[in-house]
């Protein structure tokens, strides 16, 4: 019988500060019916390792759940339909959306929607540690790294919220997921209610789980979602984990998520048995491709002299009218041109508000938010790419660290409409896209 293990790590996230033999997770263990066998929270590694080795358990498969806020989401517009050329393209489709050099993002795809492609975008040394952390658990085989919030089961509602203790994990049905802090959820009640675009309803409906003790504590934050008229909230009460709701919605697919584990961490059959079975043609395939090789070397030679020379010509003439560009190689010299031409006609990238808040937010957590920084109201448009939050802080100069904060993010931030008084400075904030 295989089994399936779910590992979510638990804040604070040691492993991202260098520190993987301190990180601590969630689990739970599933068989391959979906009956959950054994479960843990805040367990180190050698807890879990030591369930599978004392049940002597086989063919265990790992899905690592990583936090919401690392990853992501976004569209890509893609006319191709074959996967090579897709994520071929896969890049530039999405560079617009990303507030940081694509080349540093590791991007999955998942499946064409009517809005285009569902991508996931996280920072490739962030990746790096996550599946570092995940591959080197004992006695379980490494399967798939999803967003925790994207295995939400969003069934027949626009959006499915789940209580996690201080973070809330939210999800829609478009594939879109985020990661906040439980406190702020109220904000989020006008921007939920909001159709989609061309989209007339009169009710938007919303589920959501979460324990007794959960929505009980979080009662105030969650009455103005449950107040709002067009939205009509469904409560479930959890009698498991939120990772348990996670695993069982995976397991009996009530969910789509994006695995993460793609291109250079995508992960290898490690018992070997497909290769035994192409082994015959391989060898097959190698001898051919070893009489092609000495047939086609001298062309080949050919052919790279000349790549080579009209490459030496196209960069001879770029630094022609760009002397003082370092940066731009044969390889990319096509993309820095373009960077440059958008620059040049001041299009700078639109963020959508997913997008915008997520990046805003992790900033607002940095600074302290909730106690020396607060969120009043948050509003979006879609028209002008913009996030407006006004925002209360013990000073100003709080709100200035806010505004540079995100303005390092490659986005940009406007302070405006100031007022000091005895409690400290109020402000609007207005994020957008940046140029």
């Known amino acids: 019988m295989s089994y399936r293990l779910y590992v979510q790590p638990a804040a604070p996230f040691r492993a991202l500060h260098g520190d993987m033999d301190g990180q601590r997770f969630d689990w739970a263990l599933i068989d391959a019916s979906g009956v959950f066998q054994a479960s843990g929270q805040d367990d180190d590694r050698s807890v879990i390792e030591q369930t599978l080795t004392q049940n002597d358990l086989e063919h265990v498969l790992l899905v690592g759940l990583l936090p919401g806020d690392d990853v992501l989401f976004c569209f890509a517009e893609i006319p191709a339909k074959q996967a090579r050329y897709v994520r071929q393209a896969l890049p530039f489709a999405v560079e617009e959306q990303i507030a940081q050099d694509i080349d540093s993002v590791h991007l999955a795809l998942g499946k064409r929607s009517e809005e285009g492609f569902r991508v996931a975008a996280i920072d490739q040394q962030r990746m790096a540690i996550w599946h570092e952390l995940f591959d080197a658990f004992q006695g379980a085989d490494l399967e798939a790294l999803y967003p925790d919030a994207a295995l939400l089961p969003v069934s027949e509602s626009r959006w499915c919220i789940c209580l996690a ?181 001041q299009q700078g990238p639109r963020a959508d508000f997913l997008s915008l808040m997520a990046q805003a937010g992790a900033e607002y957590d940095k600074l302290g938010g909730g106690q020396n920084l607060q969120f009043d109201s948050v509003n979006y448009s879609r028209q002008r790419g913009e996030l407006v939050v006004e925002l209360r802080a013990d000073n100003y100069d709080r709100l200035s660290a806010l505004r540079s904060a995100i303005g390092d993010r490659g986005l940009e931030a406007r302070i405006g409409s100031v007022v000091n008084d005895s409690s400290g400075a109020r402000a609007r904030l207005t994020v957008s896209g940046g140029s």
């Open 165 to 345: 203790g201080e973070d809330t994990l939210v999800a829609g049905s478009r594939g879109e997921w985020f990661r906040m802090k439980t406190e702020n959820l109220s904000i989020f009640s006008y921007t939920l209610a909001q159709p989609d675009k061309d989209e007339v309803v009169a009710e938007i409906p919303v589920t959501l789980y979460g324990s007794e003790e959960d929505l009980a504590r979080y009662a105030d934050n969650i009455r103005p979602i449950e107040t709002e008229d067009r939205l009509r909230v469904t409560r479930d009460v959890l009698q498991m984990t939120p990772l348990e709701l996670l695993a069982h919605a995976q397991h009996n697919a009530l969910c789509e998520p994006i695995n993460l584990c793609q291109g250079t961490f995508e992960n290898t059959d490690k018992t070997g048995g497909v290769w035994r079975v192409w082994r015959p043609a391989a060898i097959v395939a190698g001898l051919w491709l070893a009489l092609q090789v000495g047939v086609e070397l001298g062309l080949g030679y050919y052919h790279h002299q000349q790549a080579a020379e009209l490459e030496n010509q196209a960069m001879s003439l770029y630094h022609d009218v760009f002397p003082q560009d370092t940066r731009a190689t044969a390889a990319n010299v096509r993309r820095v041109l373009e960077g440059r031409l958008r620059v040049a006609r």
